[in-house]
T-cell receptor
Framework: DTAVSQTPKYLVTQMGNDKSIKCEQNLGHDTMYWYKQDSKKFLKIMFS???????INETVPNRFSPKSPDKAHLNLHINSLELGDSAVYFC????????????FGPGTRLTVT | EDQVTQSPEALRLQEGESSSLNCSYTVSGLRGLFWYRQDPGKGPEFLFTLYSAGEEKEKERLKATLTKKESFLHITAPKPEDSATYLC??????????FGKGTSLLVTP
């Protein structure tokens, strides 16, 4: 059973388009996260939700909007995609808020052309 | 501002050749230091949590230690399957994990 799953695994799109990435966890965790890993492999937190409540919102363009319909799902919608948005996006979850022991999904590689 | 610096950026070892990876950090109010392993094309995988200076954790050929300013990941007699990128992260007062840029380890037979 996959603990944290993401769809799609690969996403290739043109500048200006809008796209979404979906994430689901079956671990029963309360907290979920979105991270961005750039071409230099640097992993940076974007957002975190705890029981559907936004608790971390780092300096991210407002073209990025997370949505958590329930505590097992956290989706990421990106409007007006730019070349600089190309990266690997990881979803993660943890048992509770403030836990550094996080379980990551396989990642979604987004390429904007 | 929290800062996590890992060294070296890349390390190549012969199978059986022990070594250490370094993670130095500055954070206001350390809530924990974490080590992760990331294989190519996959998400990071949690390895260890360290909370206080002097603490040590072990798992197979890996041992993580913590001082007030840095953490070391010691790899004893590594095998090719230990090849991966090792990431260090600190949890800040805002409950966010701040990652270092990682050390890419290659173990050759």
């Amino acid at each position: 059973d996959t603990a944290v799953s993401q769809t799609p695994k690969y996403l290739v799109t043109q500048m200006g388009n809008d796209k979404s990435i979906k994430c689901e966890q079956n671990l029963g965790h309360d907290t979920m996260y979105w991270y961005k890993q750039d071409s230099k492999k640097f992993l940076k937190i974007m957002f975190s939700y705890n029981n559907k409540e936004l608790i971390i919102n780092e300096t991210v363009p407002n073209r990025f909007s997370p949505k958590s319909p329930d505590k097992a799902h956290l989706n990421l919608h990106i409007n007006s995609l730019e070349l600089g948005d190309s990266a690997v996006y990881f979803c993660a979850s943890s048992q509770e808020r403030g836990s550094g022991e996080q379980y990551f999904g396989p990642g979604t590689r987004l390429t904007v052309t | 501002e929290d800062q996590v610096t890992q060294s070296p950026e890349a390390l190549r070892l012969q199978e059986g050749e022990s070594s250490s990876l370094n993670c130095s950090y500055t954070v206001s109010g350390l809530r924990g230091l974490f080590w992760y392993r990331q294989d190519p094309g996959k998400g990071p995988e949690f390895l260890f949590t360290l909370y206080s200076a002097g603490e040590e954790k072990e798992k197979e050929r890996l041992k993580a230690t913590l001082t007030k300013k840095e953490s070391f990941l010691h790899i004893t007699a590594p095998k090719p399957e230990d090849s991966a990128t090792y990431l260090c992260a600190v949890l800040n007062s805002g409950y966010a994990l701040n990652f270092g840029k990682g050390t890419s380890l290659l173990v050759t037979p």
